[in-house]
């Protein structure tokens, strides 16, 4: 696989347009996601599976599995929204760890998908709007029916479930 071309001298015509369009999309693509609003996912992992929500609304999305978030409120960072949306959903203190994967382009705005564990003497997360929870191994994952914006996850979710 080639992931680098040196070129000596002008590029050639059609290449040269190639290069030009891309330029131009990555860079629109880069203002739309510069002032897009925010909306978290949290991937909370326990025992080498992560956990999801089952949603109730909207009724397009009503039985779907997701990862529990939400949007960041201003001057709040992301992983301040994390935790304060597993507050809110799950009853839970969770650790924000790391980042997971990129951002995702959503009609909300765009997802970030962040990896987190619960704090230590926190109590069990709890269906607080949602119609239940499940705890998903890496082997699982991909037969959940996931909502279409954590389908782009399923397989850094796997990758973040084996050892």
Same mark, same amino acid.
């Not at 693509?29 to 326990?46: C, D, I, N, Y």
């Not at 109590?123 to 709007?129: C, I, S």
């Given at each position: 696989?080639?992931?680098?071309? +040196?070129?000596?001298?002008? #590029? ?9 369009? =891309? @330029? ?5 693509? &880069?203002?739309?996601?510069?002032? @897009?609003?925010?909306?978290? &996912? ?6 080498? *599976? ?6 109730? =609304?909207?009724?397009?999305? &009503? ?8 949007? #960041?409120?201003?001057? %709040?960072?992301?992983? /301040?929204?994390? !935790? ?9 203190? !969770? ?18 998908? +962040?990896?987190? +564990? ?8 709890? @269906?607080? %709007? +949602? ?7 890496? *082997? ?12 782009? #996850? #399923?397989? /850094? ?7």
């Amino acid at each position: 696989m080639v992931d680098e071309v +040196h070129l000596r001298g002008p #590029v050639p015509g059609p290449f040269r347009r190639l290069l030009a369009t =891309r @330029a131009t999309v990555l860079a629109e693509a &880069a203002r739309a996601l510069a002032g @897009a609003q925010v909306v978290v &996912a949290t991937a909370l992992v326990r025992d080498a *599976a992560v956990l999801a929500a089952r949603r109730t =609304r909207p009724p397009e999305l &009503a039985g779907l599995w997701e990862l529990p978030g939400g949007r #960041v409120e201003a001057g %709040e960072s992301e992983a /301040d929204a994390v !935790v304060r949306e597993c507050r809110e959903e799950l009853g839970t203190d !969770v650790v924000v760890d790391a980042r997971l994967g990129t951002d995702l382009r959503i009609d909300a705005g765009v997802l970030r998908v +962040h990896a987190a +564990h619960l704090a230590d003497g926190a109590p069990g997360p709890r @269906a607080l %709007e +949602h119609s239940g929870l499940r705890w998903v191994t890496a *082997a699982e994952v991909p037969g959940v029916d996931w909502v279409p914006a954590d389908r782009a #996850v #399923v397989a /850094d979710l796997v990758d973040l479930l084996r050892p």
